[in-house]
Protein backbone atom coordinates (compact mmCIF):
# COMPACT_ATOMS: atom_id res chain seq x y z
CA UNK A 1 0.00 0.00 0.00
CA UNK A 2 0.97 3.80 -1.08
CA UNK A 3 1.47 6.29 1.35
CA UNK A 4 0.08 9.51 0.73
CA UNK A 5 1.37 10.57 -2.65
CA UNK A 6 2.09 14.65 -3.19
CA UNK A 7 1.44 15.66 -6.55
CA UNK A 8 2.95 16.08 -8.97
CA UNK A 9 4.27 12.38 -9.46
CA UNK A 10 4.33 9.58 -12.39
CA UNK A 11 2.99 5.94 -12.30
CA UNK A 12 4.47 3.36 -13.83
CA UNK A 13 1.17 0.84 -14.99
CA UNK A 14 2.81 -2.64 -16.01
CA UNK A 15 -0.40 -4.40 -17.35
CA UNK A 16 0.70 -8.87 -17.51
CA UNK A 17 -0.48 -12.13 -18.32
CA UNK A 18 1.34 -15.31 -17.03
CA UNK A 19 1.98 -18.18 -18.51
CA UNK A 20 2.38 -21.50 -16.95
CA UNK A 21 4.81 -22.54 -15.51
CA UNK A 22 6.16 -19.82 -13.81
CA UNK A 23 9.14 -20.99 -12.30
CA UNK A 24 11.45 -18.22 -10.73
CA UNK A 25 9.04 -15.79 -11.43
CA UNK A 26 8.09 -15.15 -8.11
CA UNK A 27 11.24 -15.28 -6.56
CA UNK A 28 12.28 -12.61 -9.49
CA UNK A 29 9.46 -10.49 -8.79
CA UNK A 30 9.42 -10.27 -5.11
CA UNK A 31 13.36 -9.11 -5.83
CA UNK A 32 13.03 -6.51 -8.37
CA UNK A 33 10.07 -5.13 -5.82
CA UNK A 34 12.63 -4.99 -3.27
CA UNK A 35 15.54 -3.00 -5.42
CA UNK A 36 12.35 -0.94 -7.10
CA UNK A 37 11.57 0.08 -3.44
CA UNK A 38 15.18 1.62 -3.06
CA UNK A 39 15.42 3.07 -6.35
CA UNK A 40 15.91 7.08 -5.93
CA UNK A 41 12.54 8.57 -6.83
CA UNK A 42 10.34 5.51 -5.51
CA UNK A 43 7.10 6.43 -4.01
CA UNK A 44 6.02 3.16 -3.55
CA UNK A 45 3.65 0.71 -5.61
CA UNK A 46 0.45 -1.52 -5.60
CA UNK A 47 -0.02 -4.96 -7.27
CA UNK A 48 -2.55 -7.19 -7.87
CA UNK A 49 -3.02 -10.63 -9.95
CA UNK A 50 -6.22 -13.02 -10.28
CA UNK A 51 -5.78 -16.59 -10.35
CA UNK A 52 -6.22 -16.54 -13.91
CA UNK A 53 -2.77 -14.39 -14.60
CA UNK A 54 -3.79 -11.31 -14.92
CA UNK A 55 -1.81 -8.94 -12.74
CA UNK A 56 -1.63 -4.93 -12.47
CA UNK A 57 1.52 -3.55 -10.91
CA UNK A 58 1.59 0.28 -10.40
CA UNK A 59 4.52 2.15 -9.03
CA UNK A 60 4.58 5.50 -8.24
CA UNK A 61 7.74 7.86 -8.98
CA UNK A 62 8.98 11.28 -8.52
CA UNK A 63 10.17 12.30 -11.88
CA UNK A 64 11.03 10.60 -15.22
CA UNK A 65 14.48 11.03 -14.93
CA UNK A 66 13.77 8.23 -11.77
CA UNK A 67 11.62 5.89 -14.02
CA UNK A 68 14.53 5.70 -16.75
CA UNK A 69 17.04 5.28 -14.25
CA UNK A 70 15.16 1.97 -12.90
CA UNK A 71 14.46 0.99 -16.64
CA UNK A 72 18.51 0.70 -16.83
CA UNK A 73 19.21 -0.85 -13.86
CA UNK A 74 21.77 -3.82 -15.21
CA UNK A 75 19.75 -6.25 -12.65
CA UNK A 76 16.41 -4.85 -13.53
CA UNK A 77 17.74 -5.60 -17.55
CA UNK A 78 18.95 -8.74 -17.03
CA UNK A 79 15.58 -9.60 -15.61
CA UNK A 80 13.65 -7.69 -18.31
CA UNK A 81 15.45 -10.24 -20.68
CA UNK A 82 13.93 -13.05 -19.03
CA UNK A 83 10.01 -11.62 -19.61
CA UNK A 84 9.55 -14.07 -22.61
CA UNK A 85 9.70 -17.14 -20.52
CA UNK A 86 7.28 -15.37 -18.39
CA UNK A 87 4.87 -13.32 -20.05
CA UNK A 88 2.42 -14.01 -22.52
CA UNK A 89 1.95 -10.48 -23.20
CA UNK A 90 2.51 -7.36 -21.53
CA UNK A 91 2.11 -3.39 -21.86
CA UNK A 92 3.87 -0.72 -19.56
CA UNK A 93 2.18 2.68 -19.14
CA UNK A 94 3.47 5.65 -17.94
CA UNK A 95 1.44 8.68 -17.01
CA UNK A 96 1.94 12.20 -15.00
CA UNK A 97 -0.69 12.66 -12.01
CA UNK A 98 -0.94 16.43 -11.56
Same mark, same amino acid.
Given at each position: MV?????PYYTVVFVS? +???????YSIA????MEMASS $???FLGADSVRDDYG?????????? +?????SWKENKEHMLV????? $??YENYSIH???VN
Open positions: KKLVKK +LKEPTEGANKM $QPGLGITVSYWKD +LDSIHQEKSG $QWIGL
